[in-house]
């Protein structure tokens, strides 16, 4: 039975978190969290459901789920999925999408580990050319 499910690999969907302002310091107010589509089609029923998790100085700490949803995200586009604060950069920040494409609904987990949301990490985002971190 659920060996006859194929599972197919999630390609060309990248999670990327970058700051808002061009400076580039962890310590900006607000970094944004965003979804890459880099297929040469449309994904339909995006649901980003993302958390934070982790201990702090012997102290656990769990933010809240939240969920989003996009009914379309078109071919070669981003859309803002949240913004995030770098006081959660202490925290592991998971990201869980779910979409349908070409009649077959994928998942994949993005997990941005603790301290891993670093200017020091910094990459050139595909697409648009700008500096943060990201998981493809």
Same mark, same amino acid.
């Not at 808002?20 to 970094?31: K, L, P, T």
């Not at 029923?45 to 379309?72: I, P």
């Given at each position: $039975? ?21 400076? +580039? /310091? ?17 994904? %339909?029923?995006?649901? @980003?459901?993302? !958390? ?11 933010? =809240? @789920?939240? +969920? ?9 586009? %981003?859309?803002?999925?949240? &913004?995030? /604060?770098? /006081?959660?950069?202490?925290? =592991? !920040? ?10 077959? $609904? ?7 580990? +603790?301290?891993?949301?670093? &200017?020091?990490?910094?990459? @050139? ?8 971190? $990201?998981?493809?």
């Amino acid at each position: $039975m659920k060996k006859d499910i194929p599972i197919q690999k999630v390609e060309d969907i990248i999670i990327a978190i970058v700051p808002r302002s061009e400076s +580039r /310091q962890e310590e900006d107010d607000i970094w944004d969290v965003l979804l890459i589509n880099l297929k040469e089609e449309p994904i %339909t029923c995006v649901l @980003v459901n993302s !958390n934070g998790y982790g201990d702090n100085g012997g102290e656990a700490h769990r933010t =809240t @789920v939240l +969920r989003h949803f996009f009914e379309e995200i078109g071919p070669l586009s %981003t859309v803002v999925v949240e &913004p995030i /604060q770098p /006081q959660l950069f202490d925290l =592991t !920040n998971e990201y869980w999408v779910s979409f349908l494409h070409a009649d077959y $609904m994928y998942d994949k987990k993005y997990v941005f580990v +603790r301290g891993s949301i670093h &200017p020091s990490n910094f990459t @050139v985002i595909p697409f648009i050319n700008r500096q943060g971190v $990201m998981i493809r």
